[in-house]
């Protein structure tokens, strides 16, 4: 059983199409990347998986239970169990950070024993226990990054979606959250979509590489394989 079929997907904003045909599986504890210039439909594939909009045709199933198909949201955002981190980490910029995590935690009704319980493990799990009662403001921008991480890593999701996270960061701060990223993943095992421009990064990060042009999938290929396909894509 696949964890993540999309199928035939197209997707058209104003007339205009945005993805047009887009089929992918994802198995339990890929690392898939989704690469491509802007304005490729990469974030559309996430918004499409996480229940924020509904394909116009084809279908997307979670666990083989169909969520969304032919224009019809059948399963909403909070019942995929699917956790997303935004390009502008979109935290709350006037909790702490134990306040961000708890946020979510209350608002899926978790017990507060349990809720105390998840909050020091993922505390623990990101490296910012010290940082618990800091606000956003008093944070560097790794560990704010690290903050959507546990946010949404405390809900224990069983896939994780990442639209350009670390687009915003310096070379080095890149480089040290892309293995961040990776040591969360193997501890916690979730699966991981993750969408970037940046061939570093797909390549730090993916098993798979799905690398679009203009709506359109032009290859899924391993990540040994993806660098020859790059160049083609981005032009």
């Not at 702490?96 to 209350?106: A, D, E, R, S």
């Not at 899926?108 to 403001?137: C, F, M, N, S």
Request: hydrophobic share 45%.
């Amino acid at each position: 059983m696949k964890l993540i079929k999309i199928s035939s997907v197209s997707k058209y904003f104003n007339g205009q199409l945005a993805l047009s045909d887009f089929s992918l599986q994802i198995e339990n504890r890929e690392r898939i990347v989704i690469f491509g210039p802007s304005g490729c439909g990469k974030t559309t594939v996430l918004r499409l998986l996480a229940g924020l909009i509904a394909p116009d045709s084809g279908s997307i199933s979670i666990n083989d239970e169909v969520v969304a198909a032919n224009g019809r949201i059948i399963k909403e955002p909070d019942e995929r169990n699917l956790g997303m981190v935004f390009q502008d980490l979109a935290i709350w910029p006037h909790l702490t950070v134990k306040g961000n995590i708890n946020f979510g935690l209350k608002a899926k009704g978790i017990p507060k024993i349990e809720r105390e319980q998840r909050l020091r493990e993922i505390l623990k799990l990101v490296r910012l226990t010290d940082y618990a009662e800091k606000k956003p403001a008093e944070l560097s921008g790794g560990q704010q990054q690290r903050v959507a991480l546990a946010r949404a890593l405390a809900l224990h999701p069983i896939a994780l979606l990442m639209d350009e996270p670390l687009s915003s960061l310096d070379l080095e701060l890149n480089i040290r959250l892309r293995k961040e990223i990776l040591r969360l993943q193997e501890a916690a095992g979730f699966t991981l979509l993750y969408v970037t421009h940046d061939r570093d990064e797909a390549l730090a990060i993916a098993t798979r590489v799905v690398i679009m042009k203009e709506g359109r999938i032009e290859q899924i290929t391993d990540v040994l394989n993806a660098g020859q396909y790059f160049e083609k894509a981005v032009k």
